[in-house]
């Protein structure tokens, strides 16, 4: 697990003198109280006991700990936070949902006041008591949000999750000058097409859904013929591939040349393009998944205040449009659009035309036939 935290102190201005040699005011940004720090260099046991002391005695100031993907926030976002709200944000990252429900499930749902779900795991965790309901009059901003993304089958109303961006799955790669990019899946299920090493995603719905698509099936089957053969094709494709990863490992093992292709997120891609313009990013014609990333507080969050005070600055639209353009991932913030740059949102990787839009599928919340998903992924997975 990766944690990035915030914490220094910060030389203000010089005092005067001492008995015991040059004397500063220094801010400590963990307590957020300003203290006396004393550089003498022949007295450092003397220095370190005194900031020691003057650090104790403070109060903690607030405190946020976050959960998200990898890769997903610009870090000037939690300074500008932290600066306005006078506290102290603490952030661990996860790369897949599995991880990051059973991190929750482990404890975790009392430990993170903010974590990101996509649409396809926001039932599950909604069902299993993982997540508190919005307090909707301390979001205000909610009605940034595009009338689409407000009333969506996997949270109706937003009762207990904001939509903070939407994307594809598709297939980030390696241009090569002889051959043209072909937008097809037969990429990774057809051993005569496939260009050399490959990855495949470390999402049971997406590698799925894919192989479902690829067979001309929807996404969402629940017929136990068609989930077999996507099951046999990705076992067949799992044993010609390099292995699974999650979508940012995807992306840098293409772009470190250590795979030729991967199944990957659109967001993780465009930041691929962007570093490396002789890769690309397909949509299959056969079909893929659209996805929405929403911000959501776990059920025994130790700060919903403070937790509910992030989700509506997220949704002012000069931050989500800072959001969309650092992570690269298509916001649902209606708001927001007029202050992304035209480059971005004429991006077909981070904003498909229409004609592509109408392949996509949600991947839908199965009730109990969700079981026949984890069947073939632990099959997959085992084989």
């Known amino acids: 697990m990766i944690r990035q935290s915030i914490s220094h102190f910060r030389i203000l201005r010089r005092i005067g003198a001492g008995g015991m040699g040059e004397v500063f005011e220094a801010e400590d940004t963990d307590l957020h109280r300003k203290v006396a720090l004393i550089p003498d260099t022949m007295k450092n046991c003397l220095f370190i006991l005194l900031v020691a002391l003057l650090a104790g005695c403070g109060k903690p100031g607030q405190q946020l700990n976050v959960f998200i993907w990898s890769e997903f ?78 009333n969506a089958a996997f949270d109706p109303g937003n009762r207990y999750s904001a939509p903070l961006s939407w994307g594809t799955a598709g297939i980030y790669l390696r241009k090569t000058s002889d051959n043209p990019v072909e937008a097809s899946w037969s990429l990774i299920f057809d051993p005569a097409r496939q260009p050399g090493p490959f990855l495949l995603l470390e999402d049971a719905r997406v590698a799925i859904g894919a192989a479902l698509r690829y067979r001309g099936f929807s996404m969402n089957s629940i017929d136990p013929g068609e989930l077999a053969q996507a099951r046999d094709l990705l076992i067949a494709a799992k044993k010609r591939s390099i292995g699974f990863e999650g979508g940012t490992g995807c992306k840098n093992r293409v772009l470190s040349k250590g795979a ?16 490396d313009s002789e890769t690309a990013y397909v949509l299959p014609r056969e079909g893929s998944q659209i996805f929405v990333d929403a911000i959501s507080i776990p059920a025994k969050a130790p700060h919903r205040d403070l937790a509910e005070k992030f989700i509506n600055f997220m949704l002012e639209p000069k931050v989500a449009a800072q959001f969309a353009e650092w992570s690269q991932g298509a916001t649902p913030n209606k708001a ?48």
């Open 260 to 275: 030729v292709l991967a199944m990957a997120y659109s967001g993780d891609s465009a930041r691929g393009t962007r570093e």
């Open 73 to 150: 926030i610009d870090p000037a976002i939690i300074v500008e936070f932290e600066r306005r709200f006078d506290c102290k944000v603490n952030v661990d990252f996860y790369e897949d949902p599995d991880s990051m429900i059973a991190k929750l499930v482990a404890g975790g749902s009392s430990i993170y006041d903010i974590v990101v779900p996509s649409d396809t795991t926001l039932p599950l965790m909604i069902q299993r008591g993982l997540l508190a309901p919005l307090r909707q009059e301390n979001v205000p901003n909610l009605t940034h949000i595009d009338p689409q993304f407000t």
């Open 336 to 383: 927001a659009l007029e202050f992304i740059a035209p480059a971005v949102l004429s991006n077909p990787t981070i904003y498909p035309p229409p004609e592509i839009m109408h392949g996509l599928e949600y991947a839908k919340d199965l009730g109990d036939k969700n079981k026949l998903y984890d069947e073939v992924w632990t099959k997959i997975k085992s084989k």
